[in-house]
């Protein structure tokens, strides 16, 4: 049986270009691209503590894929999103649930009024605003959230922009993040970082995933980034996979 031509560096690109961004389903991925997963099961997790909460609040829900894998829901859940094709997509997954869904932009400040909830979940937020978090928290209500670390995927990242300063290397420190919470007015009952494995077997998965995880390298397109995609295609040809690593920290913090 012949062996199957592999598709060409124009069709991959081609073929990433009509995938779909919204929501923060990665099968697309599938056979593509792998990334390590956190030891600590973050979804799994989450399900348990909305299957004690009375009311709670999911934060820049993405399409609302992580939250809707929850066994269990509260009486009163919510989630905002500020990306509007998000928006619709966690609304149709998860209204059925019984879930509101509100439109929030990620900078502005919470929509609520002090003290509604009693757990905040997050999973990847853009910013962890925790004078926000805080304020809507009960007294002894729990913010529970993954967040990206620093210098996540960067061999990707500087691949296309370059070596970045410190400052940009270093955001997202989970020990800073920590002071934040604190000054906040949570206490920080548990902090753990992990740094994972990523794999890119096709540049057509680099595309899509700088496409989709749009700040990585801002203003990404395939157009302006031709001539540096080709050459990682050759070298992807010739070497084998493009590895990276994702860095994640486990937030686990309670309200004074």
């Known amino acids: 049986m012949p062996t199957p031509t592999p598709p060409t560096f124009d069709q991959l690109l081609a073929e ?26 973050y979804a799994r997790a989450m399900g348990e503590r909305l299957g004690r909460a009375g009311a709670a609040l999911d934060v820049q829900t993405g399409g609302g894929e992580v939250l809707a894998s929850a066994p269990v829901l509260p009486p009163l859940a919510v989630a905002t999103e500020g990306w509007a094709p998000n928006v619709a997509k966690a609304s ?3 209204h059925p649930r019984g879930v509101v869904v509100v439109a929030s932009p990620e900078d502005a ?25 805080a304020r809507v928290l009960r007294t002894g209500g729990t913010y529970f959230a993954q967040h990206v670390g620093p210098s996540s995927v960067f061999e990707l ?15 997202r420190d989970p020990e800073g993040e920590r002071a934040a919470a604190e000054a906040a007015g949570l206490d920080v009952v548990s902090l753990r970082a992990e740094r994972l494995r990523m794999e890119f077997h096709d540049i057509g998965a680099v595309v899509h995933f700088l496409r989709k995880v749009v700040w990585m390298v801002p203003g990404f397109t395939v157009d302006a980034y031709r001539p540096r995609l080709r050459e990682l295609h050759e070298r992807i ?11 994640r920290h486990l937030f686990d913090a309670v309200k004074r």
Do not use: K, M, N
């Open 16 to 41: 990433a270009e009509a995938a779909p961004t919204e929501g923060w389903d990665f099968s697309w991925f599938e056979g593509r691209a792998t990334e390590a997963r956190p030891s600590w099961g």
């Open 92 to 94: 149709a997954l998860l």
């Open 109 to 133: 400040p919470l929509p609520f009024a002090d003290g509604v909830f009693d757990l905040v979940t997050s999973r990847h937020p853009v910013t962890p605003h925790f004078d926000e978090i």
């Open 157 to 171: 990242v500087e691949y296309f922009l370059g070596e970045q300063p410190a400052e940009v290397r270093g955001a």
């Open 237 to 247: 040809g010739e070497e084998g996979p493009f590895v990276a690593h994702s860095t």
